[in-house]
């Protein structure tokens, strides 16, 4: 999905025209129409629908634009209330038509507003935080949304005289059942549809709207997404193509999750829109097929499968993002956030396994006791911002001297620590050479009166020697090299101090 600019995503209600909220919401009441005599066509019994898109129009619809959306979906509500009573040759007068009609569309416009509102206040302008918990309250309280519109329909018919009491109960479940299906298959598309419409007709949104633009994904191009969902998609109508050709044989049910199993690897690869939009088609292909092959008496089946999709695809899309957040953490623990070095816990972790491995193998092993010189009176003289630019310069050249497997820590203030396995006393010596030559060789731009250098204690791990051992005698050996005028390095087993300067 593009990432909007910030700038342009949310306009101020004084730079809107009325014919941007006009256009929008005429759209709202058009599709809301659409929707509803769609839903006609997908009928499998008396007042019962494989699904009902107009809830899905009326939830993005109340999202987007808020409150302004409930007059053209109350209008359509009360204009399908009319068209139904005229189908279905209701013998209630026009005052009882009207009255239900009302019925139906107060119950059904406060549904999904309420719907709409909860998840919007539920989603943070950091959607990384938000996203698995309005996933599950969209999924909750969409389910609670869709009793309270199911009652309030079949409330609107039982009132107008065309349901008995009887028949009232019974309607409730798949009038439910198929408001439900289509807000968890289309809502959150539709959402990004009319969003799209409103950014086009410059009407103010708010700005939870766009949170979820920049999530991770585990991205595998459009290319390849051309090709998965033609695939999965042929996958679910063979699938019901096999039930409709033995519906006695119950086994044949499990192609069906065989193919949600499909939908949730796309769903987890792709991107959000990708995502939201084989959602759509997989559910419809669903709805449309089952029709077709006069599946009606499997309908509440299959669209408990429909639901389960929609529902998991949702948590599918929240793995990429989990996985993001997991490396963020990991770095937060083991990385200073300053310098990048490792943290002292995690050094002194990694550097005992690299001891034990060495003392296994019969391999050296070296340590490496770093100090930067003068950052107090960096800091004091030149400002904090200084001192840390001498810091992150300090490592950044010592990592470019240190080999791939060589571990460098930062444990407080100025100290820091290297631990270089497969490394003898002179070559431990030659790199902290290299190391301390680089940052003077930096430090003549560095800029501030005071410049940064490098102190090094060097000490190689004994037969018996444990982290604890080895990092005392590297940390006298940095001592030594202090005591000794700073800016050179101080080699612990041959008791010498070399000058750089």
């Not at 209701?90 to 019925?103: D, K």
């Not at 444990?411 to 002179?426: N, Q, R, T, V, W």
Request: charged residues 15%; contains cysteine.
């Amino acid at each position: 999905m593009s990432v909007i600019p910030a700038e342009s995503r949310a306009l101020p209600a004084m730079r809107t025209h009325w014919r941007g909220w006009a256009v929008c919401l005429t759209a709202v009441l058009i599709l809301r129409c659409v929707a509803y005599y769609a839903s006609w066509l997908l009928e499998y019994g008396p007042y019962a629908s494989l699904w009902f898109p107009a809830a899905a129009i009326s939830f993005a619809a109340c999202a987007v634009f808020g409150w302004r959306a409930l007059f053209p979906l109350a209008a359509a509500s009360l204009l399908g209330s009319l068209a139904a009573a005229e189908r279905n040759a209701s013998s209630a007068s026009m005052i009882e038509i009207i009255y239900g009609g009302l019925l139906y569309a107060i119950f059904h416009c406060l549904a999904y507003y309420a719907l709409a509102r909860a998840v919007m206040r539920s989603l943070s302008s950091d959607g990384r935080s938000s996203l698995p918990a309005s996933i599950t309250l969209f999924l909750v309280y969409g389910l609670v949304a869709a009793v309270f519109a199911a009652c309030g329909g079949v409330g609107s018919y039982y009132a107008m005289g065309d349901l008995s009491a009887d028949a009232a109960e019974r309607a409730i479940l798949p009038w439910m059942i198929g408001d439900y299906t289509a807000i968890v298959a289309l809502g959150p598309l539709c959402l990004l549809g009319f969003r799209a419409l409103a950014q086009r007709m410059r009407v103010p949104m708010r700005d939870e709207l766009f949170a979820l633009d920049d999530l991770p994904r585990l991205q595998t191009g459009s290319r390849w997404f051309a090709l998965k969902l033609p695939a999965i998609l042929l996958a679910a109508s063979a699938a019901l193509w096999a039930i409709a050709s033995d519906p006695d044989y119950g086994p044949l049910i499990l192609l069906v999750f065989v193919t949600i199993v499909l939908q949730f690897w796309l769903v987890h690869t792709q991107t959000v829109l990708q995502s939201l939009v084989s959602i759509a088609l997989f559910d419809t292909t669903f709805v449309v097929l089952t029709r077709a092959f006069g599946l009606g008496e499997m309908a509440s089946t299959l669209q408990c499968a429909m639901i389960t999709l929609a529902a998991g695809s949702y948590f599918s899309m929240v793995l990429p993002m989990l996985y993001a957040r997991s490396e963020e953490l990991l770095k937060l623990l083991t990385h200073d956030t300053l310098t990048g070095a490792h943290t002292r816990h995690f050094f002194v972790e990694m550097a005992e396994r690299t001891l034990r491995q060495s003392r296994g193998h019969g391999r050296p092993a070296s340590m490496l006791m770093i100090d930067l010189d003068n950052l107090k009176r960096i800091n004091d003289r030149d400002g904090h911002a200084a001192g840390d630019y001498a810091l992150t310069l300090m490592v950044r050249i010592c990592r470019k001297v240190l080999g791939d497997n060589d571990l460098l820590g930062r444990l407080g203030g100025d100290e820091f620590c290297a631990m270089l396995p497969d490394c003898d006393p002179a070559q431990a010596a030659a790199t902290a050479q290299k190391m301390v030559d680089a940052v003077r060789a930096a430090a003549k731009a560095f800029p501030g009166e005071i410049k940064p250098s490098l102190s090094i204690g060097v000490a190689t791990a004994k037969g018996d020697d444990d982290y604890e051992s080895l990092w005392l005698r590297a940390d006298t050996a940095l001592y030594v090299a202090k005591r000794s005028g700073r800016n050179r390095i101080a080699q612990e087993e041959v008791a010498e101090i070399v000058r750089v300067d």
